[in-house]
């Protein structure tokens, strides 16, 4: 069992620390709110201060923030982690961010003698409390093989996805396909309303064809044909609007630096920047049908 | 058997209607190239001159036409189908066209006490020839009934979708989805490609989660994860951009004419027309990759 330094107490990080409490670990917990501290600490866990004493003791350090600008100063403001962390410490950094701001946090630690890993989640609130996160990680082997398991005890599914930066690669690419998909699926049915053709006949024919996609077939955007869809509970969040845009906001800082071109990845920020702006950022992604209908 | 016309023998009609012939069927064929009528009698069918002619003397017409103009020429024109039928006929539109079309001849249809069934395939030339096509079929149900046994000879999958023109809307919607999720998967594999993020490695991840969809997982747009895909053998088509682009600018029509806003089909719409005027309209509509990689 490690003695495992965790920042970032917030909806995702705090259930993710009290599993690794329950796994057995010392989890020793920093966030700017006390009362997130107060909930670790009536879990099990023990309070520090400042990132960087928390790095300073820790076998493990896991951090879970909410922007790339936060990780940046936890890592490598003065007596921040990297400065503190004894060589050989497990660095993790389960934050969403950019992946240039992963790539530059990861040279920093790899240049002190730490393993670092980027290794952003998916699976939401629910999953981060059921243990069920899916984790896509990025960074050296030897670093991915010590995380593997304490990766486990906070998630169902660890994918290796290359070195330092492939884990928040591979989240954008999949989430700015999702977020392509759910407009494009709820201006199916938006179309498929005006037509006169039925929700459900839509869905019976395109979910079992070439249109079938996640957002159809496990998160429709319409009530009736998935039960479990936020549809059904007038599109309470699930994955928030204003998170889809987050991501594709991301996605699209990528594309400019690396060059590449994502004209509808483009598009599809613009569309969830309008739907976030109308005031329904809290709302889940997949009410973007409602704002589509006008 | 019926005694069927079958106007139309191009490279899906005529698979088509050569697998009612091996069914039991009296085929009697039309076409403008005589190439296709031959090929049509040596499968054991019969040639005749004019639409008209053949649905004076057939229990069932089908049709299988490039366009909506086509349509409306060959049911409406003086001579045509719908005058020359006898009271009672099938008929079935199996050509993708307009909705606006479709709903025009079946009124006309219906109100000479024709039996008319809007019914656009997907499933491509090796469907057609397999006989494993999918129908979705618009119309009253009265005319389902009685055509559900000929498609099924054609095809495995028959969906009624509904009323009159709503094979053709459910057609569009689910293609509509298509044409913007490959662009959406490929864009994805683009932006890894500059991350340096490799193909299997998303493929490994977004298959498995959020970001999955047919176009990624069923007709992977690079070579490598998908074996059968167009991308293994240099992006031969399969379903042509020049045919995606068809389908994506009659969403757009139906669009504008029953006022849905579709603004990311209109922009996979605009996409997938630059493609083909690059000069790659004969190609896989997945190819729209290298274009999109520039």
Redesign the interface.
Known sequence: MARIGFIGLGNMGLPMAQNLIKAGHQVEGVDVNPASVEKLKAAGGAAVDMPGVAAGRADVVITMLPAGQHVRDVYLAPGGIVESANPGTLLIDCSTID?ATARDVAKAAEARGLLMLDAPV?GGVGGATAGTL?F?VGGPAQAFVRAEHILQQMGK?I?H???A??GQ??K???????G??M???S????????????HQ??F???S?????????T??CPVPGPVPASPANRDYAAGFTAAMMLKDLKL?QD??KT????????A??AK?YSRYVESGEGSRDFSGVIRF?R?
Chains 1, 2 share one sequence.
């Open positions: 992946v998916s899916t896509m599914t994918v996805a290359g070195g930066g492939n690669a591979a954008i690419c999949n989430n700015m396909i999702l392509i998909s407009i494009a699926v201006e199916a049915f938006v179309l498929a309303e005006q037509l006169g053709l039925e006949k839509l019976d024919i395109a079992k064809s070439s249109g079938q996609c996640w957002a159809m496990s998160y996605a990528a594309a690396s060059g590449a071109v994502t004209e509808m990845g598009n599809a569309i589509i006008g």
